[in-house]
């Protein structure tokens, strides 16, 4: 055999090789030449565009790929045809693909080059995107409409904080005139209604600056940035002043870390969580312990520890809801919104909180935050 | 021209809710029987009072402003702006006294200079306390500059 026909031999044996190749691959696979003609297509280039081969080889590549494919390949007066191509190697390029029907449908396609005896050829990786391209316009849609919904939150809140408290103080203001100007002249009946329609205004009062603060949270939250855990619980318990004089609760803790935080709400969610480590106590004085434990690579653990009454176990999923209320109302006064609060901080914070009972008395809270750079 | 006691000390209570204004009253005469309080019920209603146009021609000068933030016609912050970007007025006190305690009222209002924020409790104790205490600080200890007897 002379050198020619084995390299005719070998050439023929490659080209089968690769026409095998591009037979079997999962995507629509096609050869462009220089001038825009198609060399080559499989079988999944025949199905996604709906022709048979023999009515596309030979056939402007812009017949199924109208704009964009073409212009990127030819040679202009500025740079050559493999110049061209260089530029599009490796990058996916987002087109539209014109069936036999007509029908168009966006496509994604992936070139590169293949060079013979006639010079440059492309092949042309092409999958269909309309999948992906429906998933992302929702995925759109849905940010818009959480945009708005938010939108309209923040407007809800605002009217809540005036609007709404505004016919409550006249209602409680004036039922406390009346009591102030009138009491002796009212019977003690009388002052009970009045008792009763007061408390009810400061409840609702209560309730609707407790709302508020749980809106508050996605709305005036502050960007997330390196935070001293230890300051932050010292805030907390300034504000908290009063309810610990009051009750004679001693508060204790171990050394806190530096956290990613918001740090005006990580004052919050210890305020609360204190709060409720204080408030629902037995007979004995109050003790309320904070901590903090590694929980992986920069994720610390904050535990919060009391030596309440606790709550049963079937509450522990239900105690973070919104107005859950696990005790009559006068034993403890609350609107039931304040870990609902906690648990909406440590979620924006990207943390997950939970309580559990201790094997003595009361209950932990545990809560995550990611670190932000050791003990401090 | 009527004539003014040295005490007297006028009061503009710029509010729109009737029970606010009565409530208002009632806590002001409880604290201090020398103030003469004048009330208008919007911001336009405001500016004329200041500016002495018609119907209040005869109008004092007042030696407090209290203003409420949500005002039919022309809104409290308005009026806020207005009153300070004026060299006629804007030496006169300005305590907003608003049911809003959102961030944005409170930041907004010091912006445009108010001289103090306060957000009416809910508590008639302490509305009444909070009065009060205007009254203690801004009528009693703070130093008010003379607006000069004499209406033209």
Not at chain 2, 22 to 46: H, K, P
């Amino acid at each position: 055999m002379t050198d020619e026909a084995i390299r005719a031999a070998q050439g023929s044996e490659s080209a089968a090789k690769y026409r095998g190749l591009l037979e079997a691959a999962p995507d629509a696979m096609i050869v462009v030449g220089e001038t825009g003609d198609i060399v080559l297509l499989n079988l999944q280039a025949e199905k996604q565009f709906g022709y048979r081969r023999d009515e596309l080889v030979g056939q402007p590549i812009a017949n199924i790929i109208p704009e964009g494919f073409a212009e990127r390949l030819i040679a202009d007066g500025t740079r050559s045809a493999a110049e061209a191509l260089a530029q599009q190697i490796g990058t996916g390029i987002e087109l539209s693909g014109r069936r036999k029907d007509g029908s168009e449908f966006p496509i994604e396609i992936m070139l590169s080059p293949l060079t013979n005896a006639d010079g440059v050829l492309v092949t042309a990786a092409i999958r269909d995107i309309t999948v992906r391209k429906a998933a992302e316009a929702h995925l759109t849609q849905t940010v818009d409409e959480l945009r708005r919904s938010n939108e309209e939150l923040t407007q809800f809140a605002y009217f809540a904080s005036h609007d709404l408290q505004e016919p409550l103080r006249m209602v409680s203001s004036f039922m406390q005139l009346l009591s102030n100007r009138y009491g002796d002249q009212l019977d003690a009946e009388a002052q009970e209604f009045i008792t009763f329609a007061v408390d009810g205004a400061n409840r609702m009062q209560q309730l609707i600056h407790d709302l508020l603060s749980f809106s508050r949270v996605g709305t005036e939250g502050h960007e997330l940035i390196a935070t001293s855990a230890e300051r932050a619980l010292d805030r907390a318990l300034m504000d908290l002043r009063g309810a610990i004089e009051e009750s004679r609760a001693v508060v204790t803790r171990d050394a806190l870390p530096m956290v990613l935080a918001d740090p005006i709400q990580l004052s919050q969610l210890f305020q609360n969580l204190i709060s409720n480590g204080i408030k629902y106590h037995g007979t004995s004085i109050p003790r309320v312990h904070v901590s903090a434990t590694s929980a992986g690579p920069e994720i610390w653990s904050f535990s919060i520890r009391d030596n309440g009454i606790g709550i049963a176990p079937q509450y522990f999923e239900r105690i973070f809801g919104m107005f859950q209320r696990l005790h009559g109302r006068g034993d403890f006064a609350g609107t039931g919104i304040g870990l609902a609060i906690c648990k909406k901080i440590v979620e924006r914070h990207g943390g997950t909180i939970s309580v559990a009972p201790n094997q003595g008395d009361g209950m932990t809270f545990r809560f995550t935050l990611t670190g932000s750079g050791g003990l401090r | 021209m009527t004539s003014r006691l040295a005490t007297d000390v006028n009061v503009l209570l710029v509010e729109d809710s009737p029970g606010d204004v009565r409530l208002t009253q009632e806590a002001l005469r409880g604290a201090n029987i020398s103030i003469r309080l004048q009330v208008v019920s919007d911001g336009i209603e405001a500016m004329s009072f200041l500016r002495r146009e018609s119907p209040y021609t005869g109008a004092p000068r007042p030696d407090l402003i209290l203003l409420d933030l949500n005002l039919p016609k022309m809104d409290g912050r308005e009026v806020l702006a207005l009153v300070k970007a004026d060299e006629a007025f804007r030496t006169i006190p300005i305590v907003v006294l608003t049911t809003s305690d959102a961030e944005e009222d409170i930041l907004a209002s010091y912006q445009l200079q108010a001289n103090a924020y306060l957000s009416k409790p809910v508590q008639l104790s302490a509305f009444e306390s909070l009065v009060r205490s205007i009254n203690d600080f801004w009528l009693t200890t703070a130093k008010l500059p003379r607006q000069g007897q004499s209406r033209g």
